[in-house]
């Protein structure tokens, strides 16, 4: 399965996903004109490489993200809600969530966010500095 | 040119502490632009990382909710005097922001916007957290908003989210104001 890379714009982030190391990263800010359908091939990427995961196969997701609008914030529940079902049918599903302890709204967003999941090791990750 | 007093305007705006006001189109590249202006800005006047990111969160949500709503007039005959409507102001006021926006609604657009505003002028943080977590699995609907913005604001406000309704002819002009 090919690598999913997408490089960030002013209002969407950049990701990177490797299904050969199980290694998904999202950085950056999200407030695109239409967040369903800029995450739509994000998610056809997603559902492909959980449906071919082997079983008790490792997924660490590290999001580093700065800003995410309303719509942004559904799409990413809905992105995570993938990841638990993943993890409740076995596989060892791990999600850092970096923010930067200056920016309290990203730190409640994550909060809000593992608030829903339940299989999912979720982490929240804080880091001063070098995250802008 | 006789009434068009720049001057006037220029103290005008001043004494309201209006900063930065974005009107006129609002095209997603605009919104991107002048919100990336905004945050310029608020770094120059050194403030916390924090109220920065709200007031932008704010700004972003209003820009986008204006621009959201005049784009489904644009295919409608009458449309042209709503598209042409919003307006976006980050201002001043001692030590807080005020972030307002502005724009024509349709009369039977009124109702439904001003019942959500007083359930959320009525509930508490706690109050907005939960329906905040009710929300957030609701689906985006066919304009690609979820509902979320106005309660994400109200999380923000320093105080109740305030709104005013002035009627313009045969449409109703909405101002919305936001204090971070």
Request: hydrophobic share 45%.
């Amino acid at each position: 399965m090919d690598k999913l890379i997408i490089e960030a714009t002013r209002s969407s982030p950049a990701l990177e996903f490797d299904a050969e190391t199980g290694r998904l990263s999202i950085k950056g800010e999200s407030y695109p004109e239409n967040a369903a359908a800029f995450y739509a091939p994000v998610f056809a990427w997603l559902k492909e490489f959980l449906a071919g995961l082997a079983s008790g196969a490792a997924v660490q997701v590290d999001l580093q993200i700065l800003y995410l609008n309303s719509s942004s914030t559904k799409v990413m529940l809905n992105f995570l809600d993938l990841l638990e079902q993943a993890a409740q049918s076995g596989a060892s599903v791990t999600v850092n969530w970096h923010y930067d302890p200056d920016n309290e709204a990203i730190l409640e967003c994550g909060q809000d966010l593992s608030e829903e999941l339940e299989a999912v090791m979720f982490n929240m990750v804080g880091q001063t500095g070098n995250l802008s | 040119m006789k009434d068009f007093d720049l001057v006037r305007l220029r103290d005008d705006l001043s004494e309201r502490g209006i900063l930065m006001i974005l009107s006129g189109p609002f095209s997603h590249s605009i919104v991107e632009e002048f919100g990336n202006a905004v945050r310029h800005y608020l770094e120059n006047a050194q403030l916390s990382r924090t109220a920065m990111m709200d007031v932008f969160a704010v700004y972003v949500e209003q820009a986008q909710n204006v621009g959201n709503y005049l784009r489904r007039w644009e295919s409608e005959p009458h449309g042209a005097r709503i598209i042409n409507s919003g307006i976006v102001i980050i201002a001043r006021d001692g030590e807080r922001y005020v972030i307002s926006s502005g724009n024509l609604l349709a009369p039977q657009d009124v109702a439904p916007l001003t019942a959500r505003l007083e359930q959320l002028r009525a509930l508490d943080k706690m109050g907005l957290k939960a329906l905040h977590k009710e929300k957030l699995r609701q689906p985006l609907n066919e304009w690609g908003s979820g509902g979320l913005g106005l309660i994400q604001m109200a999380r923000k406000a320093a105080a109740p989210l305030q709104y005013a309704l002035t009627t313009v002819d045969e449409w109703v002009f909405f101002t919305l104001r936001v204090m971070i």
